[in-house]
């Protein structure tokens, strides 16, 4: 093992108790020689801010997911551009005494497609408006996006995220979720950003299940019931995106820098991989 001091890290979300992302960072410390401890706490809004004041020294940092990632914004002494960007953050780091917040969620997305053989998009329908969705926005316009087609079920809440999307050089179009088969363009993805287990029912042109590249932020359980119905091939679980933002998590608690690579990074990446069955 490292000579490194040991680390306290977790993952804060509610419900929690379906997370990977012990399992997932558990073997990239261990790929690492890192004696890190990462651990899974169940946590609401309410109860973030005591949580993150009351963390001693040996704390390194925190995954945020539902509902923590919009939440964790006023508690942050500052945030990274892709925080800025997004409007959330589901990484946080302790350093120095201050509390850095980041968004490895649009690497995640972007690297997942990537993988794929899509490195380049042009109208994409999201589902989804919560922070995820957000973060799909920015991924979306840095894959050369330049049209996206929200779908929600209470469209009068989302200026926040048509303003994201025009920082970002991106038309956003609210629609109701229960009206995408008005939708008459021909879409290059689908990326929906609704929670684990939720199932939906969506009128699509058969040429876009045919075509269009799925990708579902959901992996518990998988397939999920939009994997499940989608005729083409072009499928990418949660679990990917789940692995590839954690990998990015990865280099910030070890580095303090998403953007720098880790030692033998490859063999950390088959860590993580093999850990959730990839």
Do not use: C
């Amino acid at each position: 093992m490292s000579s490194a001091p040991a680390a306290r890290l977790a993952v804060l979300g509610k419900p929690i108790a379906h997370s990977q992302s012990p399992a997932l960072h558990r073997a990239a410390y261990v790929a690492l020689g890192l004696d890190w401890r990462y651990e899974a706490v169940e946590m609401d809004g309410d109860s973030l801010a005591q949580f993150i004041r009351s963390r001693d020294d040996s704390w390194r940092g925190l995954s945020l997911t539902m509902p923590l990632k919009r939440d964790v914004l006023p508690l942050l002494d500052s945030g990274s551009d892709l925080v800025q960007q997004s409007g959330s953050a589901n990484t946080v780091l302790f350093e120095g005494g201050s509390v850095l917040g980041f968004n490895t969620d649009v690497y995640g997305i972007t690297e997942a497609f990537h993988r794929h053989g899509r490195a380049a998009l042009s109208t994409v329908l999201i589902l989804g408006g919560g922070a995820t969705a957000a973060s799909a926005i920015v991924a979306s316009a840095r894959m050369s996006a330049t049209r996206v087609f929200l779908a929600v079920r209470s469209p009068e809440r989302l200026a926040g995220l048509v303003d994201i999307g025009r920082a970002q050089g991106v038309e956003v179009l609210v629609r109701r979720i229960d009206a995408v088969d008005q939708i008459d363009e021909r879409l290059d993805a689908v990326i929906s950003t609704l929670p684990n287990g939720t199932s939906i029912s969506l009128s699509l042109d058969p040429d876009t299940t045919r075509t269009a590249t799925l990708f579902d932020v959901a992996y518990h359980p998988w397939p999920s019931t939009l994997a499940a119905g989608w005729t083409g091939k072009n499928v990418i679980s949660g679990l990917e995106m789940l692995v590839l933002q954690a990998l990015a998590q990865v280099r910030i608690f070890v580095g303090g820098d998403e953007t720098v690579v880790l030692p033998a990074e490859d063999r950390v990446l088959a860590a993580m991989l093999s850990a959730v069955g990839l």
